[in-house]
């Protein structure tokens, strides 16, 4: 099983729409979790931190589920401006291969569409 | 603006040059690092540095030489590289990955594009 794992997708949405990303990590020791925005040739972008409780951030609402293993972001009212890949990057243990080091997904596209 | 700084932006090398790549982080950290982006392919970590000691190094070629002369700067070493190798090369920085804080998320620099001839 990968270290981190999402959907590739693409997501073909119309604006407005509602859509959910998952992203599943192996290491049941991990400890902090992000969603990262990356546009076409550019450098990631944080888009936000996930939280234990869950967190919202206007339209996205990011979610931690530590039992199951995976970490979702939902982007309500889905905006042309959306369109993008988002990463999900997950911070192993200080301890063994991971070393506290930042792992990152393949990245799921988003396309939004008028 | 952008607290990760890369230079240069793009990048043409034969296979026989050598060039280095360099980054620049204003915001304190004490971790950078460099990933390379291909076409298509997830986001692969190739070197850590923590506190200039290098605590990463993801089983990368040795045309690949990184440096950490202080925890500001990172250098990205290239020499007799391969078509392959083309891609993009983004260095990182965030918090040190050894202390126990949680945020601590990566801010990446806008990379370096690079192409080998």
């Known amino acids: 099983r990968k270290e981190v794992e999402q959907d590739p997708g693409p997501f073909n949405v119309p604006e407005g729409a509602t859509v959910a990303f998952n992203c599943t990590y192996s290491?049941?020791?991990?400890?902090?979790f992000f969603w990262y925005r990356q546009d076409c040739r550019k450098e990631p972008k944080l888009l936000m931190s996930?939280?234990?409780s869950g967190n919202e951030d206007g339209r996205f609402t990011a979610q931690l589920n530590r039992a199951s293993q995976y970490i979702s972001l939902l982007i309500r009212d889905s905006k042309l401006s959306d369109s993008a890949t988002y990463l999900c990057?997950?911070?192993?243990?200080?301890?063994?291969?991971?070393?506290?080091?930042?792992?990152f997904g393949k990245g799921t596209k988003l396309s939004v569409k008028p | 603006e952008t607290g990760v700084t890369q230079t240069p932006r793009h990048l043409v090398m034969g296979m026989t040059n050598k060039k280095s790549l360099k980054c620049e982080q204003h915001l304190g950290h004490n971790a950078m690092y460099w990933y390379k982006q291909s076409a298509k392919k997830p986001l692969e970590l190739m070197f850590v540095y923590n506190f200039k000691e290098q605590t990463e190094n993801n089983s990368v070629p040795s045309r690949f030489s990184p440096e950490c002369p202080n925890s500001s700067h990172l250098f990205l070493h290239l020499h007799t590289l391969q078509p392959e190798d083309s891609a993009l090369y983004l260095c990182?920085?965030?918090?040190?990955?050894?202390?126990?804080?949680?945020?601590?998320?990566?801010?990446f620099g806008q990379g370096t594009r690079l192409t080998v001839v």
């Open positions: 996930v939280y234990s």
């Open positions: 990182a920085s965030s918090l040190g990955v050894r202390t126990g804080a949680l945020n601590t998320e990566a801010f």
């Open positions: 290491n049941s020791a991990s400890q902090s």
């Open positions: 990057a997950v911070k192993g243990p200080l301890y063994g291969g991971s070393q506290g080091n930042l792992i």
